[in-house]
């Protein structure tokens, strides 16, 4: 019963979720203003990747991500941030390039990557658990840096180990 209560209870936050996107983000004119940081990803080879991030940190901006964007430089990306880890879910409703979605564990471990998720498309990518947050980047990019689950995203947002 519990089980099942959960279950409804996750479906009901995660269409409200979806929905509250759509709501918030209309038009490009309606695209919040960011606050902005950087970031590293160590990869297990030892290369470490530094990226300029937008931080979606309220519901509005993570709601709003990178929909309307129409490029992505190749160092540039946006990172969302929740105050507890997750089972998460992303879409890409009004956001028109390719992205790859990595899933980052409370420690900034990478737990999984969702790769070339295709603009405009609706489909719901998911986190295979748990997570504090998820780093968008340009599709593709992932594969040709090198990134992989495991590899580490170093921010004042994770816990060092």
């Known amino acids: 019963m519990m089980s099942l209560l959960r279950l409804f209870a996750f479906a009901l936050v995660a269409a409200f979720g979806l929905a509250s996107g759509g709501a918030w983000a209309q038009s490009p004119d309606d695209r919040p ?12 080879g030892g290369k470490v990747l530094d990226f300029t991030v937008e931080i979606a940190k309220a519901d509005r ?6 929909m ?12 969302f941030l ?9 879409w890409m409703r009004n956001t028109l390039i390719p992205l790859d979605m ?12 969702a790769r070339q998720a295709i603009p405009l498309d609706e489909t719901v990518l998911r986190s295979q ?4 947050a998820v780093l968008e980047i340009g599709g593709g990019k992932a594969d040709l840096l090198g990134i ?14």
């Open 102 to 113: 990595l899933f980052i564990r409370a420690d900034g471990s990478i737990e999984s990557i």
């Open 82 to 90: 929740y105050s507890r880890p997750l089972r998460l879910s992303m």
């Open 68 to 79: 309307f964007v129409k490029e992505l430089a190749e160092d540039q990306g946006m990172l």
């Open 33 to 44: 203003v960011f606050e902005k940081g950087a970031l590293s990803i160590e990869t297990a």
């Open 129 to 132: 658990g748990r997570v504090s």
């Open 148 to 161: 992989a689950p495991g590899d580490r995203v170093i921010h004042p947002a994770f816990a060092s180990k």
């Open 61 to 66: 901006e993570r709601a709003f991500g990178l």
